[in-house]
């Protein structure tokens, strides 16, 4: 199974490229010392002429956000027939986008915290202003307002009163023409990685503990990198982490992964999971969270970047 | 000047870490423009000082404020260590301080025994009126540090500036730049010592004029035509930098993201502010770019701007 034919394709221009650096380069560095011949490419407007020329049989993407995780660069490799590792294109395109996700999770029984969601064309157009006291007594308060498309967690913001939301949702309209508006669900933050595809492997589930929280306010520090403690496995009674692992499981299915993946979770006081989100690429870097889960789980990070690259497919 | 007055630093930015290092405690004030150069204020923080803003105007620094102040922090029991200024074409005010105010800023400090540290890289660089006399020059009772750089006129790759002060000041900074590096590169102040002497730098410096005015010239006339009403900006006699405020609650950081998609940079105004102010302000620099992309530039950052307050005024959010 080795000396295969590698690319491995990272950077690009998303918000999240310093993730993909850092992913793409430890990736490559794992494939090679097991034996693949890697290419490594820096995204650009080269990116077809090189597949082109270097016709590889396994395209890794490690990419993040906009471009390598929305389904633009599997759809390029679908035309190409280059074999490519993580989901294909739409389910690609499920998973970034938070609003889409939710719908499907909500249509097939999963729970996700209670949302509306908006194109800046209803305000715009439609005078959506006038609904934003109805949604906060709707969601209750405080609200969460997100970009749609999924990744970065720039541009969250937190509405802890009605008359914050207008400002939080430009912030969030600078990201994105759609936004979401979630209700704040308190609890813990569980992150669930998966691997594989016709039957998917639960990796232990890991928790992010932000380093200072109990203020509304410290919300904005668990998107703050170098300030969250994780712990793995959690520590969670049996059926509680059963039950997350099956809806981890079910979100996976429903949006139509394959290969890798992880569904993020809040857990709330009562112990009830909600599913936030899944990210199609996981970032792999040495603070990520999923190389954790799966050194957890008995597998060295370069075990982890071989089974996903031998389960790429086109 | 005598030359046992100066010391030769690795760079302007070394010499404001020097004299921070060298007069300041954790919890002392530094009194600061607000706006100020963001690289200062990162040092300032470094060494855990307090940094007050005070109020500008187009003449720069109000500096009848100066003496209120200068009570109240003494009422609270506040030691201030000194205050930094860039009085010429500041970074990023763009902003000059007025013949006047310089004479009465130097008679406080007098009075007052305030330290001030003058930084001035931009000074040379001046596309309109008459040079002025700096704080150093004016001031007789030895209470000015000056802070100088060939960072904007030869390049900041050779990482040299240099202090100007009275004997018993240069003493106590000169022990802390020992501690810190020895000395500066002597192979880049020879370099410096040869663009010097040999008087290249005039023909130099007068090439960068004609070229920065122009940029200023073309930027100043596009803010003018494609900024929206109720948009306000300084309009700077030298240096690298125009100060652009719009009106609120436009936010500039949201409107960063915005312009970056649309290939257009700023610095937006926060950063400059050690309390939070600015969030309706940008910095713009003309110095870095062709008059085609200045224009084109403003162009872009016009529409995004428009775009934006459209967007508030649909979410009932136009004041
Ligand atoms: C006001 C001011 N002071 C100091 C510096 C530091 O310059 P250098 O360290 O390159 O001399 C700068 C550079 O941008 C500046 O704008």
Not at chain 1, 174 to 195: M, N, P, T, W, Y
Request: charge should be negative; hydrophobic fraction near 40%.
């Amino acid at each position: 199974m080795t000396g295969k034919r590698i690319c491995v394709l990272y950077g690009g221009r998303s918000l999240e490229r310093d993730v993909s650096l850092s992913t793409g380069h430890r990736v490559g560095r794992a494939l090679e010392s097991r034996g693949y011949q890697v290419t490594g490419i820096d995204v650009d407007e080269s990116l077809v002429r090189r597949l082109i020329e270097l016709r590889p049989e396994v395209a890794f993407i490690a990419m993040h956000g906009k471009g390598g995780e929305d389904g633009t660069v599997q759809e390029l490799l679908e035309i190409l027939r280059i074999p490519y590792t993580g989901s294909g294109v739409l389910s690609s395109i499920r998973a970034m986008d938070k609003v889409l996700t939710k719908h499907i999770l909500k249509a097939g029984g999963i729970p996700t915290p209670p949302f509306h969601a908006f194109n800046d064309a209803a305000f715009r157009e439609m005078g959506a202003k006038d609904t934003l006291q109805i949604i906060a007594e709707d969601l209750g308060l405080p609200v969460v307002v997100k970009p749609a498309a999924q990744g970065s967690a720039l541009g969250i913001k937190f509405a802890a009163e009605a008359r914050d939301l207008p400002a939080a949702m430009v912030s969030a309209l600078s990201f994105d023409r759609k936004v979401l508006l979630e209700r704040f669900v308190a609890g813990r933050e569980l992150a669930v990685s998966i691997l594989g595809t016709a039957e998917p492997r639960v990796l232990p589930i890991v928790e992010a503990i932000p380093q200072a929280r109990h203020s509304y306010y410290d919300f904005e520090s668990r998107y703050t990198p170098g300030e969250t403690d994780f712990e793995v496995p959690a520590e969670l009674a049996p059926e509680v982490a059963a039950e997350v692992e099956r809806l981890a499981l079910a979100t996976y299915r429903a949006l139509g992964c394959r290969g890798f993946g992880r569904v993020d979770f809040i857990l709330d006081q009562a112990n009830r999971p909600w599913v936030l989100e899944l990210n199609t690429i996981p970032g792999l870097t040495e603070t990520s969270t999923m190389p954790l889960a799966a050194q957890a789980a008995g597998l060295s990070f370069e075990d982890l970047v071989v089974a996903i690259t031998e389960s790429a497919t086109l | 000047m005598d030359p046992a007055h100066v010391l030769i630093t690795t760079g302007g930015q070394q010499a404001i870490d020097l004299v921070t290092k060298t007069f300041v405690d954790p919890g002392d004030v530094v009194l600061a423009e607000g706006p100020s150069y963001a690289g200062a204020l990162t040092t300032f923080s470094t060494y855990e000082t307090d940094v007050l803003h005070l109020p500008m105007d187009e003449r720069g620094l109000d500096v009848e404020a100066v003496p209120d102040i200068l009570d109240r922090l003494a009422a609270d029991r506040k030691r201030v260590k000194f205050l930094y200024i860039v009085p010429n074409f500041s970074n990023p005010g763009g902003t000059t301080l007025s013949l006047e105010r310089r004479h009465r800023l130097v008679e406080i400090s007098a009075e007052r025994e305030l330290l001030i540290v003058e930084d001035n890289p931009y000074g040379i660089l001046r596309y309109q009126g008459e040079p002025l006399p700096t704080l150093f020059t004016l001031d007789q009772s030895e209470n000015v540090i000056y802070l100088g750089s060939f960072s904007k006129i030869l390049s900041p790759g050779i990482r040299t500036g240099w202090i100007a002060a009275p004997a018993p000041i240069l003493a106590k900074i000169a022990f802390g730049k020992q501690a810190t590096d020895l000395c500066s590169s002597p192979l880049n102040q020879m370099f410096v010592h040869e663009f010097i002497s040999s008087g290249v730098w005039r023909e130099y410096v007068q090439r960068l004029i004609g070229i920065y005015r122009s940029r200023r010239d073309v930027l100043l006339s596009a803010l003018a035509d494609e900024f929206p009403p109720g948009s306000r900006w300084t309009v700077p006699e030298g240096g690298f930098f125009v100060w652009a405020s719009l009106s609120p609650p436009v936010n500039t950081t949201d409107l960063l993201v915005k312009a970056i998609e649309e290939n257009v940079a700023f610095v937006a105004g926060n950063g400059f502010y050690m309390d939070g102010q600015g969030t309706d302000s940008m910095r713009l620099n003309f110095s870095g770019s062709p008059e085609d992309r200045i224009q084109e530039g403003i162009r872009r950052l016009g529409s995004v701007i428009r775009d934006q307050m459209e967007l508030y005024r649909a979410l009932g959010m136009d004041g």
